[in-house]
């Protein structure tokens, strides 16, 4: 094995965490994997990686070696796409990141636009709330919902998505509808937990301009956007998400909007990747595109993009 595809195996080991799934990943044996990683260490005279029965990561001296592989394989990458884009066209693969909601509701239906655009360009879609390291996981962009203070990420901001508040209709045959927010009182939620402190989310409401917090009682905490929206289908309590994620449940009458007049403020949407000198032409047409998707889908509108530090 030469140098690059060594260097190949021993990123995706690490973005993966395992050797069993970057040799799947990469369609190699597994002790070819192994070999690889073996001779890099013995040419570099370093370890590389911490093996335990349960998962691998990198050392610090792998850590570093990781974060400047991938930047020679991304040149490499993009040299050979230039190089070999008969009649303009790219290749490659775009690693992109997003709520799971997102992705099936959204991109993923639409994607056979951009494969016909572009179809040597391959779409790896991770899904998840976790908001990834990026740069240590080889993601080259994600969809963020919220507001974004990472450190060293370019921002593309879009426009906020509109949210609302809503229940299954087989709730508010039991309990009636709040008209108010004093009659939430006697309602449940369905409460999504705060990861950074363990409580759950207030609902919020906008009332002629000024932002009003609820915190409801409910039977049912979640930590999943999934299980959120699953959790209100299953006539456990009022739910605030984008629209977009409930529209057909909406639409066949299974959910429906209460409070229209008291609505959530808006939620910011931003599309993230690494800072880096040059995006490799596959990505930035690939984020063109989704920002696009997102204008049309969402009602949304790009902005510029700045770094945020």
């Known amino acids: 094995m030469d140098r690059f595809d060594a260097m190949r195996v021993f990123t995706r080991i690490v973005e993966l965490g395992s050797f069993t799934k970057a040799a799947a990943d990469l369609r190699l044996p597994r002790a070819t994997v192994t070999l690889a990683v073996q001779q890099l260490e013995a040419r570099l005279g370093v370890r590389l990686l911490h093996r335990t029965t349960r998962e691998v990561n990198p050392t610090s001296e792998g850590l ?13 990458q993009d040299a050979e796409a230039e190089l070999g884009q008969g009649g303009g066209k790219l290749r490659g693969k775009v690693r992109v990141h997003m709520v799971a909601g997102m992705a099936a509701h959204v991109v993923i239906p639409a994607l056979r636009e951009f494969h016909e655009r572009h ?26 919902a919220g507001n974004v203070d990472t450190p060293h990420l370019i921002v593309r901001r879009l426009a906020p998505m509109l949210q609302i508040t809503c229940a299954s209709a087989g709730y508010l045959t039991r309990h009636g509808e709040p008209r108010s927010l004093e009659a939430l009182e006697r309602h449940w939620a369905v409460n ?4 950074s402190t363990g409580k759950p989310y207030p609902l919020e409401f906008v009332v002629r301009g000024e932002l009003k917090k609820v915190s409801m009682n409910g ?32 639409a066949e009458g299974r959910l429906r909007e209460v409070l229209p007049n008291a609505r959530p403020p808006p939620l910011p949407l931003s ?3 690494p800072y880096q000198r040059k995006v490799p032409p596959r990505v930035r047409v690939f984020m063109d595109w989704l920002t696009a998707l997102c204008a049309r889908q969402l009602g949304t509108t790009s902005g510029e993009s700045h770094p945020e530090d």
Do not use: N, W
């Open 192 to 195: 999504y937990l705060e990861h």
């Open 119 to 144: 179809p040597q360009v391959d779409v790896e879609v991770g899904t998840g709330d976790r908001a990834v390291d990026l740069a240590k996981e080889g993601v080259d962009c994600a969809l963020r």
């Open 64 to 76: 570093l070696f990781y974060r400047r592989c991938t930047r020679v394989l991304t040149e490499v």
């Open 219 to 250: 039977i049912l905490t979640v930590m999943d956007s999934e299980a959120y929206s699953s959790g209100c289908l299953a006539h456990f309590g009022l739910i605030q998400v984008p629209a977009y994620r409930l529209a057909a449940h909406l």
């Open 271 to 273: 599309l993230v990747h």
